[in-house]
């Protein structure tokens, strides 16, 4: 099966810097890749995700993340960080084939909290 | 109206309580899950069902049951509430992962917040 390893578990930044929240997983295998983010109260949204083509995905509200399928990376990266940027911050991974076709499997999380 | 609905939002129950947590889903989708969320631990998943006719134990199920009623509807139950079942519990769907733009991705309900006394 699948793991997902997020390296930090809070992360704390002024606004305007720079992010980037790590996120590694373990499988052999072809997958897709994804990032979620939790609002303070709020459910899981899709930030971005990864399927295919361009290793650098674009997702909404500034935010990208590269697959680095050597180092079985996709890292989140934003260049400047708003106050409203503070939330829970979920990695997620599924295989393409296999007995567990179409489980996701997340990262423990990493908190993002950002100072005016 | 969102997509993924649970009910009830927040439950405050006492220990051996029996539970259900409802979902119901306008998205056509055939996959359903629920998951656990607890701070520092991220989603866990208890059960998911990839069809009416197709039940199964995701990684923390001991304690739970569910039922899948209709494409729509996939009910959660605690038959007997314990205070370490305290968690917010996501209900979430995927459409059939297939090769090509399909990615599985998973939309998620609102969330029910269940404390146990």
């Known amino acids: 099966a699948q793991s997902v390893s997020q390296h930090n578990h809070h992360v704390i930044l002024s606004e305007a810097a720079s992010l980037e929240l790590g996120c590694n997983y373990s499988?052999?295998?072809?997958?897709?890749l994804f990032w979620y983010v939790q609002y303070p109260g709020q459910h899981l949204q899709l930030l971005l995700k990864?399927?295919?083509?361009?290793?650098l995905v674009k997702g909404i509200k500034g935010f990208e993340a590269e697959f680095i399928k050597s180092k079985f990376s996709f890292n989140l990266r934003k260049p400047s960080v708003q106050w409203s940027d503070t939330a829970e911050y979920f990695c997620?991974?599924?295989?393409?084939?296999?007995?567990?076709?179409?489980?996701?499997?997340f990262g423990r999380g990493t908190q993002l909290t950002v100072w005016p | 109206d969102a997509d993924v609905t649970q009910t009830p939002r927040n439950r405050i129950t006492k220990t051996g309580k029996r539970i259900m947590l409802e979902c119901s889903q306008t998205?056509?989708?055939?996959?359903m899950y629920w998951y656990r969320q607890d701070p520092g631990l991220g989603l866990r998943l208890i059960y998911y069902?990839?069809?009416?006719?197709?039940?199964n134990k995701g990684e923390i199920s001991d304690g739970y049951s569910v039922s899948r009623q209709a494409q729509a509807k996939f009910s959660l139950s605690l038959e007997s509430a314990i205070p370490n079942q305290t968690a917010l519990y996501f209900c979430?769907?995927?459409?059939?992962?297939?090769?090509?733009?399909?990615?599985?991705?998973?939309?998620f309900g609102e969330g029910s917040r269940l404390t146990v006394l």
């Open positions: 979430a769907t995927s459409d059939l992962l297939r090769t090509g733009s399909n990615t599985g991705e998973l939309f």
């Open positions: 998205k056509g989708h055939d996959r």
């Open positions: 499988y052999g295998g072809t997958v897709n």
């Open positions: 997620a991974v599924n295989a393409r084939r296999g007995s567990t076709l179409g489980r996701l499997y």
């Open positions: 069902s990839f069809d009416v006719k197709d039940i």
């Open positions: 990864y399927f295919s083509g361009d290793p």
